[in-house]
Structures are given as structure tokens and as C-alpha cells.
């Protein structure tokens, strides 16, 4: 948009439990400055947002504002549940509401893995597909389910939380999450289960490069945690058999990670099914670190927004 000679950008905001990052973005989703801030955990919902309009850059020049955040976040942005302990604050508030209420700006906000997985549907490897899926691997698991018109919410908001898709562990008798199995914190934790305590890791990487180092250990958990990621996406198969499921996070970037999925997915859905049918692609995401922001601004574009007064 161009307004008074000079083409508006629009801001891209990914609220984080670490860091809040902002974009800068051209008409083309062409990401023209990129910065970060430390996510601080106020006591108070105000605070927190003074503090991420605050640290927003040329908003003189801007028309759209378009923000991710962890956790349930329905259409009308209601954060309708907790996420990481920094953003407890966040629960029970209208995003949309209070950046307005500073900005005076268009603004529109996505929970964070609806975000990739918008960006991947709209301009990435997910383009021009009827049906697809993503799942993030962070923290926990993110996801999200697209068809041909985009993100599906579902009726609460809650369609694509794959983090939470069920199974019974069957050594504690419990129903349980398979994203705690599935995420980098999960890579870690069934590391430090195998080992002393003086040999523990702190970081995923550190098991990796042990796993390249030829450990048997660090080897064994590797191929545990990517057993139980496969676990994740044939159930995502079986209840929707999407076109493509891309893959994001740090670790999709990773070529021996992604064949390695590649190759036993395909292995497994045949030993599963018992029949050689399924053929949704497996992908990773190609836009990665910037996909949740980038999804935040085609979110807010797209979105008929209004000012709130």
C-alpha cells in the first residue's frame, strides 16, 4: 500500500516464552529488518503490552500489524489459554484490543504454529496443496491443518494442537501427550534418562553432535525420539492424510534429520497400514524461523480488520 508517496510496510510481531521478535515487511513478504527483544514477566497484562508496543520500530509507517503467540488463540484473538510461564499474563485478554488501543494501527493476531503453518500454505512449500499439516518441533510440538482455503480452527479454536493428540503409557496406566515425547525437550530429557548425572545435557544439540560422534547412547536416543515424532505424524495421517505435512523448528533444517523422517516414515506407514497407499509428502517447512512472523502479517492482510475506539 502506498499512502502519501511512500509505500507503507507492514510489522510482524512473534511473541515468544524467550524473545519477542519483530520483522519489518515489504509488500512482497519481504522481510526488510529483523530485531528481537528479551520477553520479561510482568505482573501485570498492561505492562506487557506497553512493552511490546514500545519496542516496535517505525510505526509511522506502518498500516498493518500482525502478531503470533503461543497457545489457544481463537479468531477474534481471545488468548483462551495459558502458555509460557513469561506470557501467563496474556491469558483472559483480547490481542487485538490491546494493541490497538496503542497503536491505532489494523492489527490481527494467530496463535504461533497457525502462523507457520499459514505462511507455509500460502508462500511456502505447503503452496497450492488442497490439504496439509504442520508440526512444529520447539518446546513442544506446535501444528496446525490446512485445506484449500487455509488454516482449519475447529470449533474452539483447538484443531491442529498436536501436542496434546493422546496415547495411553502404558508403564504408568496414564493418558498422556505425545508432544512430550516428540519435542527437543524430549530429545534431552530420554538422553538424560540413559545417562549420569555428570553427563547430562542441557540442549538438543549437544545430543546430536554426540550422535555424529558416533555415542551408542546419544544414537539410541536419537532413533527413540524419531520413533515417537513418526508416531505423531501417522496419526496425523490416519485422521487426515493431508497432501504434505511439513515439518518447522530448528532441527527441520538439518538434511540427515529430514531424510531420516523421510525414510522411515515411509517404512513405517507401510508396516502400519499394511499396504504400500499413503502418499502424503513429508516436507520441511521453508520458511522456518521467519514463517511464524511472516504468518502473522498474511494473517493480518488477509483479515478485514477494524480500529477499535
Same mark, same amino acid.
Given at each position: 500500500?502506498?499512502?502519501?508517496?511512500?509505500?507503507? &510496510?507492514?510489522?510482524? #510481531?512473534?511473541?515468544?516464552?524467550?524473545?519477542?521478535?519483530?520483522?519489518?515487511?515489504?509488500?512482497?513478504?519481504?522481510?526488510?529488518?529483523?530485531? &528481537?527483544?528479551?520477553?520479561?514477566?510482568?505482573?501485570?497484562?498492561?505492562?506487557?503490552?506497553?512493552? #511490546?508496543?514500545?519496542?516496535?520500530?517505525?510505526? %509511522?509507517?506502518?498500516?498493518?500489524?500482525? @502478531? *503470533?503467540?503461543?497457545?489457544?488463540?481463537?479468531?477474534?484473538?481471545? /488468548? $483462551?489459554?495459558?502458555?509460557?510461564?513469561?506470557?501467563?499474563?496474556?491469558? =483472559?485478554?483480547?490481542?487485538?484490543?490491546? @494493541? !490497538?488501543? $496503542?497503536?491505532?494501527?489494523?492489527?490481527?493476531?494467530?496463535?504461533?504454529?497457525?502462523?507457520?503453518?499459514?505462511?507455509?500454505?500460502?508462500?511456502?512449500?505447503?503452496?497450492? *496443496?488442497?490439504?496439509?499439516?504442520?508440526?512444529?518441533?520447539?518446546? =513442544?510440538?506446535?501444528?496446525?491443518?490446512?485445506?484449500?482455503?487455509? /488454516?482449519?480452527?475447529?470449533?474452539?479454536?483447538?484443531?491442529?494442537?498436536?501436542?496434546?493428540?493422546?496415547?495411553?503409557?502404558? *508403564?504408568?496406566?496414564?493418558?498422556?501427550?505425545?508432544?512430550?515425547?516428540?519435542?527437543?525437550?524430549?530429545?534431552?530429557?530420554?538422553?538424560?534418562?540413559? /545417562?549420569? %548425572?555428570?553427563?547430562?545435557? $542441557?540442549?538438543?544439540?549437544?545430543?546430536?553432535?554426540?550422535?555424529?560422534?558416533?555415542?551408542?547412547?546419544?544414537? %539410541?536416543?536419537?532413533? !527413540?525420539?524419531?520413533?515417537?515424532?513418526?508416531?505423531?505424524? @501417522?496419526?496425523?495421517?490416519?485422521?487426515?492424510?493431508? %497432501? /504434505?505435512?511439513?515439518?518447522?523448528?530448528?532441527?527441520?533444517?538439518?538434511?540427515?534429520?529430514?531424510?531420516?523422517?523421510?525414510?522411515?516414515?515411509?517404512?513405517?506407514?507401510?508396516?502400519?497400514?499394511?499396504?504400500?497407499?499413503?502418499?502424503?509428502? #513429508?516436507?520441511?517447512?521453508?520458511?522456518?524461523?521467519?514463517?511464524?512472523?511472516?504468518?502473522?502479517? @498474511?494473517?493480518? *492482510?488477509?483479515? $478485514?480488520?477494524? #480500529?477499535?475506539?
Amino acid at each position: 500500500m502506498v499512502k502519501g508517496g511512500f509505500e507503507m &510496510k507492514k510489522i510482524g #510481531i512473534d511473541i515468544g516464552g524467550t524473545f519477542i521478535k519483530y520483522a519489518l515487511v515489504d509488500e512482497s513478504y519481504k522481510i526488510m529488518e529483523k530485531w &528481537k527483544v528479551e520477553t520479561i514477566k510482568f505482573e501485570t497484562k498492561d505492562e506487557l503490552y506497553d512493552y #511490546i508496543c514500545h519496542n516496535m520500530r517505525g510505526i %509511522e509507517d506502518i498500516d498493518v500489524i500482525g @502478531i *503470533s503467540a503461543p497457545g489457544v488463540i481463537d479468531e477474534e484473538a481471545n /488468548v $483462551r489459554s495459558y502458555a509460557a510461564p513469561n506470557l501467563r499474563i496474556m491469558y =483472559g485478554t483480547n490481542i487485538v484490543h490491546e @494493541i !490497538q488501543n $496503542r497503536t491505532n494501527k489494523k492489527v490481527a493476531a494467530i496463535n504461533d504454529a497457525k502462523a507457520a503453518g499459514l505462511c507455509e500454505f500460502e508462500i511456502g512449500n505447503a503452496k497450492d *496443496s488442497k490439504s496439509s499439516a504442520f508440526l512444529i518441533l520447539g518446546t =513442544g510440538t506446535g501444528g496446525c491443518i490446512c485445506n484449500e482455503n487455509g /488454516v482449519i480452527y475447529g470449533k474452539d479454536s483447538f484443531a491442529g494442537e498436536f501436542h496434546m493428540l493422546p496415547f495411553i503409557n502404558f *508403564s504408568n496406566g496414564k493418558m498422556d501427550n505425545m508432544g512430550d515425547y516428540a519435542s527437543m525437550t524430549a530429545l534431552i530429557n530420554i538422553y538424560n534418562d540413559k /545417562v549420569d %548425572e555428570n553427563v547430562k545435557v $542441557r540442549y538438543g544439540h549437544e545430543v546430536c553432535n554426540k550422535y555424529f560422534e558416533g555415542d551408542n547412547t546419544a544414537k %539410541e536416543t536419537v532413533e !527413540q525420539w524419531i520413533d515417537n515424532i513418526l508416531v505423531q505424524l @501417522i496419526t496425523i495421517t490416519v485422521f487426515y492424510n493431508p %497432501e /504434505v505435512i511439513c515439518i518447522g523448528g530448528g532441527i527441520s533444517e538439518e538434511e540427515w534429520f529430514i531424510n531420516r523422517i523421510k525414510e522411515k516414515y515411509r517404512e513405517e506407514c507401510i508396516r502400519h497400514t499394511e499396504c504400500d497407499v499413503i502418499t502424503t509428502k #513429508i516436507d520441511r517447512c521453508k520458511y522456518n524461523n521467519d514463517a511464524n512472523i511472516l504468518g502473522a502479517i @498474511i494473517n493480518a *492482510s488477509k483479515k $478485514r480488520t477494524v #480500529i477499535y475506539n
